[in-house]
């Protein structure tokens, strides 16, 4: 067997994704109450054999330093195999930093080439999906490809935030790339790149060499357009579920879709691990329930005490809910404390987040909203880490409040819908 590196870009910043990436990157962001997102790409990998991994880190790297740890937790650690974080490496000011994806793999050929492999599997670490690599690799093969570039089939009707590929109809997975776009203006295919590329490593080594000195610093926009007609390269068409979460909404969504009954995320028959030692979730308590709480349609984790109403919700570890309070269709992150009375309807509260005695956080008790105000966010509420609401405050939906906010920072008596609290 053939053997393959795989390098995953996972350090950058998601600004639609507010305040839940300012201190992390988009690949940290916790997902489904127990996982980080870039669990699934590297689940992905553990379960296809490639053990062999370099993960291009730059923006506030620490929570992904923490939680990847040894690489233990997805059989990563041996002579033959493991993780290696690779920050910059060019230089020390700003500028020298990772300018692109193809940029951050330029920079880490010599680890590449170290490596010896016969394929590099390059991959985004912030997409929510299952994938058997071998499959690809084995159309790579077939396809006697140089370069292949991983396809899903979208149906939104407006496709400019994706590249988009035109492909060559020759199997059921794909055929050759006829046209490559990054987010045009019109759409030209509803075949939307996953950002996962496989190249043979010879060809890698030669095109980058070639185009950086061209500054083609992004695979998509700058370097696939103008090679397309140099090299064999192909389009793979993935077929399963792919979740992008680079909005507030996707990601919402993304988790709420955990809760339904024909769910799309598999995530135990995925096979899908994460560091249990991060966020110390070994070692926290079995969760709690109180004979007066009522719990519908919710996943709940480890170390959460729930004396209230939860409905249609996700509760990460530690999540305490006090009685007499109600909490609906939101997610709530690692030690969130919503206190006796309250309500936290249609929100999403990062780690560490008070909500205090009889505030009420998000949708009003029919749903409504007032239009008003500026925030990007729509009609879902999100709190920034280590925030906390006064007691019998109100909030809106939509609103947007930023990390580290307290009781004094908050103006007058409420905030209406769309605002935001910087």
Request: with cysteine.
């Amino acid at each position: 067997m053939k053997k393959t590196i795989a390098m995953v870009l996972a350090g950058g910043r998601v600004d639609e994704l507010s305040v839940f990436t300012i201190h992390r990157p988009k690949s940290a962001m916790p997902f489904g109450g127990l996982y980080r997102i870039i669990d699934f790409p590297l689940s992905n990998l553990m379960n296809s054999g490639i053990e062999r991994v370099g993960i291009l880190s730059q923006y506030r790297s620490d929570s992904l330093i923490n939680h990847i740890g040894s690489g233990a937790s997805w059989d990563m650690v041996g002579s033959q195999r493991g993780i290696s974080l690779l920050p910059p490496m060019k230089g020390t000011r700003s500028s020298d930093w990772y300018t692109g994806t193809a940029d951050a793999v330029y920079q880490n050929l010599e680890f590449i080439n170290r490596n010896d492999s016969d394929y590099v599997l390059i991959l985004s670490g912030d997409h929510i999906y299952q994938m058997d690599y071998q499959k690809l690799i084995q159309f790579h093969e077939e396809q006697k490809a140089q370069i292949s570039l991983a396809f899903v089939q979208m149906n939104e009707p407006s496709l400019d935030r994706f590249g988009q590929g035109v492909i060559d109809n020759t199997s059921k997975y794909g055929g050759r790339l006829l046209h490559y776009v990054e987010k045009p203006n019109e759409t030209i295919s509803d075949w939307v790149s996953m950002t996962i590329y496989l190249f043979n490593r010879r060809v890698l080594n030669q095109v980058l060499e070639s185009e950086m000195k061209r500054g083609c610093d992004h695979f998509g926009r700058d370097l696939f357009p103008h090679i397309l007609d140099r090299y064999h390269i192909v389009g793979y068409k993935f077929r399963g579920y792919w979740g992008y979460s680079r909005t507030i909404e996707e990601y919402w969504q993304a988790n709420m879709e955990l809760l339904t009954e024909s769910s799309p995320l598999q995530i135990e028959q995925w096979n899908v691990r994460t560091n249990l030692f991060n966020e110390n979730l070994h070692e926290r308590a079995p969760s709690l329930v109180g004979s007066s709480a009522l719990l519908l349609n919710s996943l709940v984790y480890n170390g959460c005490i729930i004396e209230g109403s939860v409905e249609n919700s996700i509760l990460f570890p530690g999540v305490r809910i006090g009685a007499g309070s109600t909490v609906r269709d939101s997610i709530l992150m690692y030690d969130t404390v919503v206190h006796s009375g309250a309500v936290v309807d249609k929100t999403i509260t990062d780690v560490e987040v008070e909500i205090g005695e009889g505030a009420h956080v998000g949708r009003t008790a029919n749903g409504s909203q007032v239009a008003d105000g500026s925030a990007s966010s729509p009609d879902i509420t999100i709190i920034g880490r280590n925030s906390r609401v006064p007691s019998h405050y109100h909030i809106g939906s939509g609103c947007v409040i930023y990390p580290n906010k307290v009781e004094t920072d908050f103006p007058s008596q409420s905030m209406p819908a769309k605002r935001i609290l910087q």
